[in-house]
Every structure is written in C-alpha cells, then in structure tokens.
C-alpha cells in the first residue's frame, strides 16, 4: 500500500510512534513499514503529477460520511 504524504518525518514518527508499526527502512522521500506482513510505503511526491490522495484518503472519507459501511478487517 502506497501513502502519499508531505512532511515524511512527521508521517514516520506517527505511524512508528503512535500506531505502533514497524519500521522496515527508510530514505529521504520513502519510508517503509510491516503490517503484519503487508508493507506500507509513505512517499514524498516526486512531482505535482504525483500528488494525488492515496486509497488511505479515499476510505477515511467513505468512514466520515457513512462509517457503518466500513467493516473490521
């Protein structure tokens, strides 16, 4: 799973620090972490052509406008 982010040292320490996730590896525009065995990729947009909202976006939005259709996984 690919997450776009703009400030990816902030996005690390969040997803490290609060939720708990492992952090594989990282370098100076990706970060890489293990969800029990799915990798999670946070990058910096190369480009405005690559900035766009990840699928992450797109189910917080559906969870804030109907959260009974989002079911635990």
Do not use: W
Not at 15 to 31: E, I, K, S
Not at 43 to 48: G, N, Q, T
Not at 60 to 69: D, G, R, V
């Amino acid at each position: 799973m690919s997450i776009t982010v703009h400030n990816l040292e902030s996005a690390i320490a969040f997803y490290r620090d609060t939720l708990g996730l492992n952090l594989q590896f990282c370098t100076d525009t990706m970060a890489f972490f293990d969800l029990n065995g799915m990798t999670i990729m946070l990058s910096i947009p190369e480009s405005l052509e690559f900035d766009h909202p990840s699928s992450v976006n797109n189910v917080l939005s559906i969870y804030k406008s109907s959260p009974q259709m989002i079911v635990q996984l």
